[in-house]
């Protein structure tokens, strides 16, 4: 019988995350296994993780055990304030690795010009700053084990202990009554209640955390997606329901078959092929792209405040759209979101 060990994200509409041991089979074959195992009921995706056993096709009986994965127990004294030292580390963290690869890329062009020692010299200080680096990221996986939801964070793929510090450092639960809380703070609220987008304004004050929301959309987000995510089913649907919804005008062009920004600006529009209309919604496949990662990463916000406000013993509202809407994740109405 073959033992093999399974971690699934236990959470609506995740499952399994990957396979990090197995004898006679590949991870593609341990993966076709356990989407059986969802088709037929012999797997929760819901509720705390159990074990259970499968039968895979043409192969001997053989036994699963299904787990989460654990943070160990936070070493050393713990901080008077746990949130501001987290805070201080990411931010150490991410001054460090941008110092990295600056050290990086400017010796990078003068090692040709310099000699054998002061070649050695660079190499050396960049291998410091690299070990720095991974001992602040050790630092931060220590902390996070003062926070309960960080182990329900490591758990989902395509966030990282960075990220996850990120979001326990950044984010105040106690604060967020709402989930749409939580996707203002974050840069991410859309046009509701006569108010606008969301947006850089020249001569104007962020009205969001835009640090927070540059490492959600263009960090974590990037992650979920290169790591094929259980996430990501939020950010292809999405995108593909757009890529399907049909505009009388060209929203690239304003309907005058020439583009109006980027690339194709003064030339014949890409998103409508020149004709003006009708179009796919959106200016360019990179603004659906774009919309497709903010949605995915609202999908995200919404679960974290649930799994979060839950863990500390808090209530927990329904989010805008289902308490004043009714419209619930992946029920659309036949209209595009």
């Given at each position: 019988m073959n033992q093999i060990e399974v971690y699934i994200q236990v959470n609506p509409g995740c499952y399994l995350t990957s396979i990090i041991n197995s004898t006679n089979m590949d991870k593609e074959e341990a993966r076709e296994i356990i989407r059986e195992m969802k088709k037929s009921g012999t797997i929760e995706t819901t509720g705390r993780a159990r074990g259970t056993k499968y039968w895979p096709k043409g192969k001997a009986p053989a036994e699963a055990e299904i787990k989460l994965k654990k943070l160990k127990a936070p070493k050393g004294v713990k901080p008077s304030d746990p949130v501001m030292a987290l805070r201080s580390s990411v931010r150490f963290f991410y001054d460090l690795?941008?110092?990295?690869?600056?050290?990086?890329?400017?010796?990078?062009?003068?090692?040709?010009?310099?000699?054998?020692?002061?070649?050695?010299?660079?190499?050396?200080?960049?291998?410091?700053?690299?070990?720095?680096?991974?001992?602040e990221l050790k630092h931060i996986s220590n902390l996070l084990g003062y926070f309960p939801i960080s182990e329900w964070l490591m758990n989902q793929v395509g966030v990282g202990p960075?990220?996850?510090?990120?979001?326990?450092?950044?984010?105040?639960?106690?604060?967020?009554?709402?989930?749409?809380?939580?996707?203002?703070?974050?840069?991410?609220?859309?046009?509701?209640?006569?108010?606008?987008?969301?947006?850089?304004?020249?001569?104007?004050?962020?009205?969001?955390?835009?640090?927070?929301?540059?490492?959600?959309?263009?960090?974590?987000?990037?992650?979920?997606?290169?790591?094929?995510?259980?996430?990501?089913?939020?950010?292809?649907?999405?995108?593909?329901?757009?890529?399907?919804?049909?505009?009388?005008?060209?929203?690239?062009?304003?309907?005058?078959?020439?583009?109006?920004?980027?690339?194709?600006?003064?030339?014949k529009c890409a998103n409508c092929d020149g004709t003006g209309g009708p179009a796919p919604w959106g200016q360019s496949d990179g603004h659906r792209h774009r919309a497709a990662l903010r949605y995915m990463v609202k999908a995200f916000l919404n679960e974290l405040y649930v799994q979060w406000r839950t863990v500390e013993g808090l209530t927990v509202h329904a989010p805008y759209a289902e308490a004043y809407l009714g419209i619930k994740h992946g029920e659309h109405h036949g209209t595009a979101a």
């Open positions: 690795q941008q110092l990295r690869i600056s050290q990086r890329l400017r010796s990078g062009n003068q090692l040709a010009e310099l000699d054998d020692h002061d070649r050695e010299f660079h190499e050396t200080r960049s291998e410091t700053l690299n070990k720095f680096e991974k001992e960075t990220i996850a510090g990120v979001i326990c450092a950044e984010i105040n639960i106690h604060k967020a009554e709402v989930p749409g809380s939580i996707i203002q703070y974050c840069g991410l609220s859309g046009p509701r209640d006569g108010q606008p987008i969301q947006k850089r304004t020249k001569g104007q004050k962020n009205n969001y955390h835009a640090w927070l929301r540059s490492k959600l959309v263009g960090v974590m987000a990037d992650c979920m997606i290169k790591s094929n995510s259980p996430w990501r089913e939020f950010y292809d649907n999405y995108k593909n329901r757009k890529e399907s919804t049909m505009v009388k005008t060209c929203m690239g062009c304003d309907g005058s078959a020439v583009g109006l920004k980027g690339e194709n600006k003064g030339k």
